[in-house]
């Protein structure tokens, strides 16, 4: 902690010093996340502390409560405050609030028995990090900075077109960031105590339930996007033109799920075998595709071909780290088909049939909200009954995930349990 506050607060001054020379369009938006920058590695060091102590929970249910503090707040603020800053300020209140909460939680937590460790110093630190960052880049800001670059120059409105249908499409990431910060620890351990060999069936596992994690996910987004649009975000000046648009884009960038989600939990894996460069580059590779793509689609296509882009990149870049992952701990391509690819394409295919003939039944047209929301849960019960009918029928490695998630209450744990 005694090195990362440093960092982080002087992450955060140097961002608030660029905008402020560069002052970019709507600079309170851009200032309101320095909060953010701040937050972030801080609340970094404290999973990073948690996950060590194997409070797998504390460390990953971060996110989801990072996304709900975010969601309450922007609704109270732009209750009286119409602005996308008031957007930004929630967003940035969710992490801050979240670095409480660590903090809290810490304090909490029973006193390490012993002399404390000494601290590695900056250069131990920051010799990893450098890739660790730029690791992070895959789907990440970066990622988002160039697109709204380039799609600033298309028709008004694209930029919060491609915003809102891409925060649709990847709320359910939140599952594979979940998973990954389970899986980095067991694979740490089970790299250390058993060398690359170990981590098959942990890398197979959670591979495999991320994807289906984000197949099912994107078929539902896919099946319901305008319902969701319609109970979201249609209202005031965004009219049935926008959610068309908004629908389409959805449509379009729902794929990307798939390679976000893989790639998160395969970086995540590599990282806990010492590949931190591997994945920078492959990292730094999706960028470099993204922007080739984006710019070739977006003269072809406009605002729909930045999205394409963000999907083939996404996708390219998480095939990339989980074939990487399948090679270096010794998984045979007959195991990597069928439980990464034949397995989760099946079951989301049950979900998809379900879901979609209620919606097909009850979802065209809906009018209002109320018939929009019973159209999404309907949808959604549907396809998950079929779904979880199916797993347990046929007694699937996501039927022992379901009962080991009962009894050890965090996803953190069965990540790190899955290899079991």
């Known amino acids: 902690m005694g090195v990362g506050v440093p960092l982080a607060l002087v992450a955060g001054g140097a961002y608030a010093a ?8 709507n600079i309170a938006v851009w200032l309101a996340f320095a909060g953010l920058v701040t937050a972030q590695p ?51 209140l969710g992490f801050c609030a979240q670095l409480v909460l660590l ?15 000494a601290s590695p110093g900056f250069r131990r630190i920051l010799g990893p990090a450098g890739s660790v960052f730029l690791a992070t880049l895959v789907g990440g800001q970066l990622i988002v900075l160039i697109e709204r670059i380039l799609a600033s120059s298309l028709a008004a409105g694209s930029v919060t077109l491609l915003v809102n ?3 649709f499409v990847l709320v359910a990431a939140m599952a594979a960031q979940a998973i990954g910060s ?50 979201v975000l249609q209202r005031g000046k965004f009219d049935a033109s926008d959610t068309a648009e ?110 979609g003939g209620v919606w097909l039944a009850i979802g065209r047209p809906t009018e209002g909200v109320p018939a929009a929301l019973a159209t999404l849960l309907a949808t959604g019960i549907a396809g998950l009954a079929a779904l979880g009918a199916t797993v347990v029928a046929a007694r699937t490695r996501e039927y022992e ?11 953190g744990r069965v990540a790190a349990a899955a290899g079991r």
């Open 182 to 231: 389970g899986v980095f620890p067991a694979a740490s351990e089970r790299f250390r105590e058993l060398g690359r060999e170990g981590l098959a069936d942990l890398a197979l596992t959670a591979v495999r339930l991320a994807a289906l994690i984000a197949l099912v996910s994107a078929a539902y987004v896919s099946i319901c996007r305008r319902q969701l649009i319609e109970v």
């Open 165 to 167: 249908a891409r925060g």
């Open 42 to 92: 801080i609340a970094g060091v404290y999973a990073a502390y948690f996950t060590a102590q194997r409070r797998y929970a504390l460390a990953t249910l971060r996110v989801p409560f990072i996304t709900g503090v975010a969601f309450v707040s922007a609704l109270v603020l732009l209750s009286f405050w119409g602005s996308i800053t008031a957007i930004a300020v929630a967003y940035s």
């Open 246 to 355: 908004t629908a389409r884009l959805i449509a379009i960038m729902a794929g990307a799920l798939l390679g976000v989600s893989v790639g998160a939990v395969a970086g995540k894996a590599l990282f806990g075998v010492g590949r931190q460069r591997f994945v920078a580059v492959v990292s730094a590779a999706g960028v470099v595709f993204y922007i080739g793509a984006a710019v070739g689609l977006r003269e072809a296509w406009g605002v729909d071909g930045l999205a394409a882009a963000f999907l083939v990149s996404a996708v390219a870049t998480g095939t990339a780290l989980a074939v990487a992952l399948a090679h270096d701990v010794g998984i045979s391509v007959r195991a990597t088909v069928r439980n990464w690819v034949v397995i989760p394409v099946a079951l989301a295919a049950v979900f998809a049939l379900a879901a």
């Open 103 to 117: 903090a809290v939680l810490a304090r909490r937590l029973p006193a390490e028995r012993g002399e404390p460790a």
């Open 401 to 411: 995930l379901l009962r080991g998630a009962l009894r050890a209450r965090g996803l």
């Open 18 to 25: 660029v905008v402020a020379l560069v002052r970019p369009n």
